[in-house]
């Protein structure tokens, strides 16, 4: 069975930075696209960032230039580095792949942008 498990949220000062982690098992990461997506109070959930198996790579116009995303198919990891943080940041982080399998949806990592 293939389960997603994210890591690294925290609470950061604007214009701090922090790095999630996904870990997955199976053989999906390896052949998907992956992606990072956020959910903040009150909205949908949506695409932060993507990367194919092949490293091609795909941002949101609100994270372009602040966010990057990697994968190591070896590690079976996806990283998202996120500098230069802002409060409309602040949301629960999930990784997934792309597009997103409803049955993959993990608990997810909380991100608090706040002095």
């Known amino acids: 069975q293939v389960q997603l498990v994210e890591s690294g949220g925290g609470l950061v000062q604007p214009g701090g930075s922090l790095r999630l982690s996904c870990a997955a098992s199976?053989?999906?990461?390896?052949?998907?696209?992956m992606g990072w997506y956020r959910q903040a109070p009150g909205n949908g959930r949506e695409l932060v960032a993507a990367?194919?198996?092949?490293?091609?790579?795909k941002y949101a116009d609100s994270v372009k230039g602040r966010f990057s995303i990697s994968r190591d198919n070896a590690k079976i990891t996806m990283d998202l580095q996120m500098n230069r943080l802002k409060p409309e940041d602040t949301a629960v982080y999930y990784c997934?792949?792309?597009?997103?399998?409803?049955?993959?949806w993990g608990q997810g990592t909380q991100v608090t942008v706040s002095s």
């Open positions: 997934n792949v792309d597009p997103p399998y409803p049955s993959l």
């Open positions: 199976g053989t999906i990461f390896s052949i998907n696209a």
């Open positions: 990367i194919t198996s092949r490293g091609s790579t």
